[in-house]
C-alpha cells in the first residue's frame, strides 16, 4: 500500500496555507504538484551542472549530454519503447500532437483521406488535426461516446475503412475520467492501415504505458501532469516513421550539413529536436518518472481506485449534485455539477474553502455539447490526496449550497 502521509510530506507545496485553510489540491488532472526530489534535481543541475548539449568540448557539456539523454533512457523504458532513438522531448503533450499532424499529416494526408478522432478529445487533439486537415483536404471524423462514457466502438469499426489514414485518441479522458481499451482500438486501426496516436497525457500518472505491448504509432504525454516540471513533453514513435517523416522545425542540432544549396537532416530523434531543449526540465522529467516507479503503479492504481470509490459515494450524498459519466473504467476524477449553479461558481465557492478543482470546459468543448452542459467541476485525485480531504470537498460542496 501507498504510505500517503509519507508522499504527503514529499510535497512541500502542501503545507501552505490558502485563504486560512491547509490546501486542499484537487486539481490533479491539471497539473500534479511536484515532489522535492524532482524540485531539488532541477536546482542541482541549475546550481552545478549548467550548460547546453550536444556541442561544448567541455567537461560541463559532456557531462550535460549524459543526463540529458539518461533521461530519454528513462523515458524509453517508462514507455516500453524498444530504441531510445524513438522519444523525442518536446514542451509536452500539444506540440507532440502538432508536431505529428504537422509532419506526418502533411506528408501523408491528401484530399479525401480520413482523420478519425473521438468526442473525449481535448481540443489538443483536435485543433492541429483541423489545421492540417485544412490544409490537405482530409475530412475529420468523430467516434461517439456511448450514455455512459465510454467510446463506442462498433461505431469505431463502422466509421473505419480505407479512407482511414490516422485515428488519433486519447487513452484517458480528462473530463469523465474515461479509460479506454487502447489495445483494441490499434488492432482495429491497423487492420484498415491507419495509424494510431495516442494521447497518453492522463494515462502516465495512474498506469504503466507500454507502447509494444499496444503497438501505437504514436504517444504523446506532459511533464507537468507526472510529477515534473512544465515546459517538458514527450512524443513517441516508431522508428520507420520517425524517419520517414520531414522534419517540424529547422534550426541548430537537427541538422547533419548545412550548404546554401542542400541542407540534410540529423538522425532521429535529433531531426525533431531543433535548438536547445529544456535540459533541466527533462531531467527533471526523468526524477519524476523514477519517482511514481519507485512507488510502484500497482500500489497507485489500487490507491487511486479506492479514493475514486470513496469519493463517488462521498459526493452522491449531497442533493442536487449530478455526477457526470460512469464508465466501465475510470481514472480517480469525477465531474460533477450542481443544480442551480454554474461550475465557475461552484469552483469559486470551495476555493473560498481553501479546496482547489477546476471548473470550466476543460479544453473539451465539444464534449461538453455532446454531454449538454456549457461546464463542469471536477475534482481530480491523486497520490497524496486522503480520504479526509474528500470529506473536505463535500463539507466545502455544502457550504457552497448555501450561497446557491
Ligand atoms: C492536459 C492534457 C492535454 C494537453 O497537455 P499540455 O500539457 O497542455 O500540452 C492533452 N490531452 C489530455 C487528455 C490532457 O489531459
Given at each position: 500500500m501507498l504510505n500517503v502521509e509519507k508522499i504527503r510530506s514529499e510535497f512541500p507545496i502542501l503545507t501552505r496555507d490558502i485563504r486560512g485553510k491547509t490546501l486542499v489540491y484537487l486539481d490533479n488532472a491539471a497539473s500534479t504538484l511536484k515532489p522535492t526530489v524532482v524540485i531539488d534535481r532541477i536546482s542541482r543541475y541549475y546550481n552545478l551542472e549548467t550548460s547546453n548539449v550536444?556541442?561544448?568540448?567541455?567537461y560541463l557539456a559532456e557531462q550535460g549530454t549524459i543526463a540529458f539523454e539518461d533521461a530519454r533512457e528513462t523515458v524509453r523504458n517508462f514507455v516500453g519503447a524498444r530504441d531510445k532513438n524513438e522519444i523525442i522531448f518536446t514542451r509536452g503533450t500539444t506540440e507532440s500532437v502538432n508536431l505529428v499532424a504537422h509532419s506526418w499529416g502533411e506528408a501523408n494526408l491528401k484530399a479525401g483521406d480520413e482523420i478519425l478522432l473521438s468526442e473525449l478529445e481535448h481540443h489538443s487533439n483536435i485543433v492541429p488535426w483541423q489545421i492540417v486537415a485544412e490544409k490537405t483536404g482530409a475530412l475529420i471524423r468523430v467516434i461517439p461516446i456511448d450514455a455512459h462514457g465510454d467510446l463506442d466502438y462498433d461505431a469505431y469499426t463502422k466509421l473505419l475503412s480505407s479512407k482511414t489514414k490516422m485515428v488519433s485518441i486519447t487513452a484517458t479522458s480528462n473530463v469523465l475520467g474515461t479509460i479506454v481499451p487502447v489495445k483494441k482500438f490499434v488492432e482495429a486501426a491497423h487492420a484498415q492501415g491507419a495509424k494510431i496516436l495516442i494521447d497518453a497525457a492522463q494515462a502516465v500518472s495512474h498506469q504503466r504505458v507500454d507502447v509494444t505491448a499496444w503497438d501505437c504509432d504514436f504517444l504523446a504525454f506532459s511533464g507537468h501532469k507526472i510529477y515534473a516540471p512544465y515546459g517538458i513533453g514527450v512524443l513517441y514513435g516508431k522508428a520507420e516513421l520517425l524517419e520517414a517523416m520531414p522534419p517540424y522545425q529547422g534550426g541548430g542540432?537537427?541538422?547533419s550539413e548545412v550548404t546554401w544549396e542542400k541542407t540534410t537532416w540529423a538522425a532521429v530523434p535529433h531531426k525533431f529536436e531543433?535548438?536547445?531543449?529544456?535540459i533541466a526540465d527533462a531531467v527533471g522529467l526523468k526524477t519524476g518518472i523514477d519517482y511514481v516507479m519507485n512507488l510502484g503503479f500497482e500500489d497507485i492504481k489500487a490507491y487511486k481506485k479506492e479514493i475514486l470509490a470513496y469519493a463517488k459515494s462521498t459526493l452522491s450524498e449531497i442533493p442536487a449534485l449530478t455526477i457526470i459519466g460512469s464508465p466501465k473504467e475510470q481514472t480517480s476524477l469525477v465531474s460533477f455539477n450542481l443544480e442551480g449553479a454554474h461550475a465557475s461558481d461552484v469552483g469559486a465557492l470551495v476555493d473560498q474553502q481553501g479546496v482547489a478543482i477546476r471548473a470550466g470546459h476543460h479544453c473539451c468543448q465539444p464534449l461538453m455539447r455532446k454531454l449538454g452542459v456549457p461546464a463542469t467541476a471536477r475534482a481530480s485525485f491523486t497520490i497524496y490526496n486522503t480520504l479526509a480531504e474528500v470529506d473536505a470537498l463535500k463539507n466545502s460542496l455544502l457550504k457552497a449550497k448555501e450561497f446557491i
Open positions: 550536444h556541442r561544448g568540448a567541455h542540432s537537427m541538422i531543433a535548438g536547445t531543449p529544456a
